[in-house]
């Protein structure tokens, strides 16, 4: 995907579906690519496509050790040309969602951080329980701010109100080059599919 992508980038989750597994739509409303996680890994390997017939792989997401709180992930391109990598910064996720972005010389290029703990908690708690949960994705909405090493604001990732609390949209709100976009792109759907699995 060497064209610079027409924000914002909505990612919209398959309802009921058995495997996490979700669409990622720009402005237009135009499929930019397709993930579904593989069920039972111990190890993720998550393929990107460019749409929902999984017949042309766009990207790679790879953890580079056993999944545990400080895990990092290695992106890569179809032909597994090395893009970047993204980590979750450990014990600080645990209360407050943290991760951050490198480029392809392991270089820290953005950090994704939570807005709000407390929001991402609520959001959790009552998500569990039974029919006040589904609608959950009307009241609580967390947020996500893309920072540089500057500390300048480039994009800003947040879940949209919407039924079961199935879609987010991302934003961008600075200057960023198509690399950057991607690297940002792939390390949220990793993490999207990380913070779905905390709950």
């Known amino acids: 995907m060497s064209a610079s992508l027409n ?3 909505e990612f919209e989750f398959k309802v009921l579906a058995l495997a996490p597994q979700f669409f990622i ?3 237009s409303g135009r499929e930019v690519a ?3 996680q593989k069920l039972l890994k111990l190890k993720e390997d998550i393929t990107v496509f460019e749409n929902e017939s999984q017949t042309t ?3 790679k997401i790879k953890a580079n050790q056993w999944i545990d709180w400080s895990a990092s992930y290695i992106l890569s391109d179809a032909a597994g040309n090395a893009l970047g ?3 979750r910064k450990g014990a600080r996720s645990l209360w407050k969602a943290t991760y951050e972005v490198y480029d392809q010389a392991d270089n820290l ?5 939570e807005d709000s703990a407390m929001v991402k908690i ?3 708690l009552f998500s569990q329980i039974p029919v006040l949960g589904i609608f959950t994705g009307y009241v609580f909405n967390p947020k996500y701010n893309i920072t540089n090493t500057k500390g300048e604001k480039v994009a800003e990732f947040k879940k949209e109100a919407s039924f079961l609390g199935k879609k987010f949209k991302l934003y961008q709100q600075g200057a960023i080059d198509s690399q950057e976009e991607e690297r940002i792109m792939l390390s949220l759907i990793m993490m999207v599919l990380l913070e779905r699995a905390r709950g």
């Open 7 to 9: 924000f914002p980038l």
């Open 25 to 27: 739509r720009d402005a």
């Open 34 to 36: 397709y993930v579904k």
């Open 57 to 59: 792989p766009l990207y």
């Open 85 to 87: 990598k993204m980590g």
């Open 109 to 113: 290029e953005f950090k994704i951080e």
């Open 122 to 124: 609520i959001d959790s």
